[in-house]
T-cell receptor
Framework: DVKVTQSSRYLVKRTGEKVFLECVQDMDHENMFWYRQDPGLGLRLIYFSYDVKMKEKGDIPEGYSVSREKKERFSLILESASTNQTSMYLC??????????????FGPGTRLTVT | GQSLEQPSEVTAVEGAIVQINCTYQTSGFYGLSWYQQHDGGAPTFLSYNALDGLEETGRFSSFLSRSDSYGYLLLQELQMKDSASYFCAVSGGYQKVTFGTGTKLQVIP
């Protein structure tokens, strides 16, 4: 069974704090992704990585950075948390396949509240 | 860039059939996927269409028309457990998937 785990289900942080969200997958997937999910806005891609130490900006990278030192682990970093980063954060992973069938497997999500 | 449009909410009766539509505009397109997400849960993959036509998987079917930039998800014999949000998603380059804003399906008795 594919498993994607995230370090916390719920997190409360103060404005200005540095926040680390961790994601681990056990399927040897090449690709890993970070999304945020907000009501009415769907899933928006923050960053993704297609290989160790490689990263690409998604659609909303401002205020975030990522790190991928090992294939199974992908971290999302909020350098200085702000209240508009309060959201549900979802990690996903997938194999690199030709033809577009990029079936993604999601973790359970981290609900981050910044006060 | 990519943009997708799908209805925000749909209500249907248990046992009935419901169709959730999705239109997309994209600069690069490999195929259209559908994901299901129950409240409080993670999205899970349902189907993928790369070619025009209908793909059937049990009670769920998915359709794609590349020329119309349009697809739909068809759910038959609706059950209460089908109440969830459904997202269409386009596959573009670089292994990326761009998701729509989701359709919340409510199944009523």
């Amino acid at each position: 069974d594919v498993k994607v785990t995230q370090s916390s289900r719920y997190l409360v942080k103060r404005t200005g704090e540095k926040v680390f969200l961790e994601c681990v997958q056990d399927m040897d997937h090449e690709n890993m992704f970070w999304y945020r999910q907000d009501p009415g806005l769907g899933l928006r891609l923050i960053y993704f990585s297609y290989d160790v130490k490689m990263k690409e900006k998604g659609d909303i990278p401002e205020g975030y950075s990522v790190s991928r030192e090992k294939k199974e682990r992908f971290s999302l970093i909020l350098e200085s948390a702000s209240t508009n980063q309060t959201s549900m954060y979802l990690c996903a992973s997938s194999f690199s396949l030709a033809g577009g069938r990029y079936e993604q497997y999601f973790g359970p999500g981290t609900r981050l509240t910044v006060t | 860039g990519q943009s997708l449009e799908q209805p925000s909410e749909v209500t249907a009766v248990e046992g009935a059939i419901v169709q959730i539509n999705c239109t997309y505009q994209t600069s690069g397109f490999y195929g259209l996927s559908w994901y299901q997400q129950h409240d409080g849960g993670a999205p899970t993959f349902l189907s993928y269409n790369a070619l025009d036509g209908l793909e059937e998987t049990g009670r769920f079917s998915s359709f794609l028309s590349r020329s119309d930039s349009y697809g739909y998800l068809l759910l038959q014999e609706l059950q209460m457990k089908d109440s969830a949000s459904y997202f269409c998603a386009v596959s573009g380059g670089y292994q990326k998937v761009t998701f729509g804003t989701g359709t919340k399906l409510q199944v009523i008795p």
